[in-house]
Every structure is written in C-alpha cells, then in structure tokens.
T-cell receptor, first 115, second 115 residues
Framework: GDSVTQMEGPVTLSEEAFLTINCTYT??????LFWYVQYPGEGLQLLLKATKADDKGSNKGFEATYRKETTSFHLEKGSVQVSDSAVYFCALSDLGDPNAGKSTFGDGTTLTVKP | DTGVSQNPRHKITKRGQNVTFRCDPISEHNRLYWYRQTLGQGPEFLTYFQNEAQLEKSRLLSDRFSAERPKGSFSTLEIQRTEQGDSAMYLC?????????????FGSGTQLSVL
C-alpha cells in the first residue's frame, strides 16, 4: 500500500536558518504530493502541492520538488522565521483509482524556530 | 466561507458509552472525509463521502464506527461501545471537487478521551 516517511523531529533552528524536511513515499500508482502545516491550536492547512514529476510547489517561501526517480518531496525554505514554528505533514493521494479518496500522511515533523 | 466546523471540540466519555461527532463542511464541497489522529502520528484515513454516498471505508475501521452524510451536507461519525483505544483526535475535512488530489480543508477536530 501507499506510505509516506518523514524525517523524525523535532527540528529546532535559529531564525534565518535554512530548513530541509525530508519526505519519501511509496505508491502503487502515480500520486500527487502535498505538504500540510498545522500551526499551534489550528487545523491542518495545505502549504503546497505538486501533481506530476519535476513539478515544484511553492508557497510562503517554502518549496518542494516532486522527484519521481528518488520518490521524494523534500520541503525547503531558505530563511525561516519564528512564525514558521509548526508541525509539517507530507502526504500523498493516488489517482490510480478514481473512487479512491484517501490521502496518506506522514507522521509529521515539529519545527521550532528560535529568535 | 466559514471553514470546516466540528462539534464538539472535546468529548470525555466512559468506556462502553456511545458518542457522536458532527462535521459541517464548507458549503457546496462535494467530498467529506473523516480522519483519526493520535499523538505523534499523522492523520489516518477512516472514510469519505462524495455528496451523500459513502465511497470508501478503511479496512481498519471497526464495525463499531459508522458515519452518515444524509443530505450531502453535514456528516456525523458515531462510535458505539467506546474503548480506551478510541481516544484520539477525530478530524473532518472537505474538498470542492471530486478528484483525489483536491486540496483538503480541515476542521480543528474533536478530541475524544475514553476513560
């Protein structure tokens, strides 16, 4: 079945540091890939997505590139801010079955950015 | 667009009792999903509806769990004869379209504690 593996946290960085959160996946079909973010006290919200190989999703200074050859979708940001402190979830949805509705999530990586 | 609303926010119950949660999706969203999340884990798919039809149900879902979306609008998730292992955050999400790779909009969840 489908699965998503994220680098374990927590990750603690100083403000303006470079961020990478690794994500690799296993899928039977041809998945779309997502990063969701959960800020303290809030629900999950979509950060970015990519639907085909070599696509780059980007939002709020975050980027991730869909790498089919390495089955990866690593999240990066060049300069983090305190306000980026949150839990980040990598996820996939598989379009192989049009009735298949589920998204498969990784276990999340907690990021803390210190001033 | 008032977002996905879930009630109650918290539910404490005794083992063996029945509980029911409600989810109001974003108006006119076709798909509605239920996920379960435990501490340190990512959301785990339970079931989803397209309009009023329940199209997929996780094989991990016990027959004590039942969900409905009677008029294709709000949904309820009922757990009968609760067990301590049912303690978790129950998340509802909705999406506008019917493709598997649509953006999910999550509610803030219902935290269930079974004593």
């Amino acid at each position: 079945g489908d699965s998503v593996t994220q680098m374990e946290g927590p990750v603690t960085l100083s403000e303006e540091a470079f961020l990478t959160i690794n994500c690799t996946y296993t899928a039977t079909g041809y998945p779309s890939l997502f990063w969701y973010v959960q800020y303290p006290g809030e629900g999950l919200q979509l950060l970015l997505k990519a639907t085909k190989a070599d696509d780059k999703g980007s939002n709020k200074g975050f980027e991730a590139t869909y790498r089919k050859e390495t089955t990866s979708f690593h999240l990066e940001k060049g300069s983090v801010q305190v306000s980026d402190s949150a839990v980040y979830f990598c996820a996939l949805s598989d379009l192989g079955d049009p009735n298949a509705g589920k998204s498969t999530f990784g276990d999340g990586t907690t990021l803390t950015v210190k001033p | 667009d008032t977002g996905v609303s879930q009630n109650p926010r918290h539910k404490i119950t005794k083992r063996g009792q029945n509980v029911t949660f409600r989810c109001d999706p974003i108006s006119e969203h076709n798909r509605l999903y239920w996920y379960r999340q435990t501490l340190g884990q990512g959301p785990e798919f339970l079931t989803y509806f397209q309009n009023e039809a329940q199209l997929e149900k996780s094989r991990l879902l016990s027959d004590r769990f039942s969900a409905e979306r009677p008029k294709g609008s709000f949904s309820t998730l009922e757990i009968q004869r609760t067990e301590q292992g049912d303690s978790a955050m129950y998340l509802c999400a909705s999406s506008l379209g019917t493709a598997s790779n649509e953006k999910l909009f999550f509610g803030s969840g219902t935290q269930l504690s079974v004593l």
